[in-house]
């Protein structure tokens, strides 16, 4: 508990057990505020009886309960928003992830193709599949940057058809992980195809049109991707959105 | 004391029938079953309200934030229609535990020759 050299203030010292409560995801910011509410009423009463506002102020909080145990007991019925919680940080760990490796790979290829001599030797691939690892770099870090623009509009704006749709969707709490679910399929099959392929074009190298299809397998995967980050991105800023709003504003 | 077990069994059932007389917040819920049971039942604050947001989700009560007499938010919870049909049922079935419990704790009645 802090020092303090002036006149206890109630209100701050409310702030600050609010503050400590509000660290742990089983709290959404309606539970904390139900808290205070019985907090103030103990605190009122042991008032009634005598007792200055600090001790009163010890002696309630000590029966409401450690933030441990208070919160064991509510994340019993927030379960809901400590999984989705959960899933917002690792949506934005693979985010993290992507980006920096959309980066990685379109830094270390443009300066190849610059002439600058990478660290990591890449062999004797040409020039052109060089400007090609380069081209798809910056596309990527294009569709994350568009998609992040786009999805912060879509999700800021004014009510409208889509918008209030998608803000809504979150809301409805049996429909969140349907959604979850559904944005990660893409992800699992494009995954499952990358995985797929040396296999394929081992076994399509020598058949009569192979050269074609693996062209058009190469193109289908790089729209699959483009479009799964474009749907990760949007997934991660609404349900980023959802969960500031239920911790800080009313 | 009541055990754990007992209280878990009893929150929704004594919650049910304390709003059959007006709503109510979760301070006076505590303080009122307090009184009540002679210091018999303590409810705390990690129990009850959770045990409120779930019956809020289940349809039994309602609530709805308001200022208090002291300008303080405050939220109230209501019976809902639902919430009287579950306490029917809920009465029902512990008045034959007591009844069913009470026949056989009574003295066996003097037999009559």
Known sequence: MATTTGPFDLNQAIQQWRESLNQSPAFRRENLDELESHLRDS????????LAADEAFLIATRRVGSGTALGAEFGKINAHEIWLNR?????????????????????????????????????????????????SGLVHLLTFAAALII???LLTRKSNGISAWLRN??????????????????LFLTTALQMCSPLLIRNLANASNGQQFLVGLGVGTAWAVLLESALLVLLTLLLARRQLLAKTWA | MLTKELVAASTVPLVLSLL???????????????????GQIEWTEG???????????????????????????????????????????????????????????????????
């Open chain 1, 151 to 153: 999805g912060w509009r």
């Open chain 1, 87 to 135: 899933a917002l940080w690792m949506l934005i760990g693979t985010q993290v992830f992507a980006f920096m490796r959309s980066l990685v790979n379109a830094i270390t290829e443009g300066a190849t193709a610059l002439g600058i001599k990478p660290i990591v030797s890449l062999g004797n691939a040409s020039s052109a599949q060089l400007y090609i690892g380069l081209l």
């Open chain 2, 20 to 38: 059959t007389g007006g709503e109510s917040y979760g301070y006076e819920l505590i303080q009122r079953v307090r009184e009540l049971s002679g």
């Open chain 1, 169 to 186: 969707m979150p809301n409805r709490s049996r429909h969140s992980e349907a959604i979850v679910a559904a944005c990660l399929i893409p």
């Open chain 2, 47 to 113: 129990m009850l309200y959770p045990v409120l947001h779930w019956m809020e989700k289940e349809d039994l009560i309602e609530s709805e934030w308001r200022e208090s007499e002291a300008g303080r938010k405050r939220k109230y919870y209501r019976l809902r229609k639902e919430g009287r049909k579950a306490l029917q049922e809920e009465k029902q079935q512990w008045l034959n535990v007591h009844e069913t419990l009470a026949k056989l704790w009574q003295p066996p009645p003097a037999r009559l020759t």
């Open chain 1, 43 to 50: 605190i009122a009463n042991l008032g009634q009886r005598g």
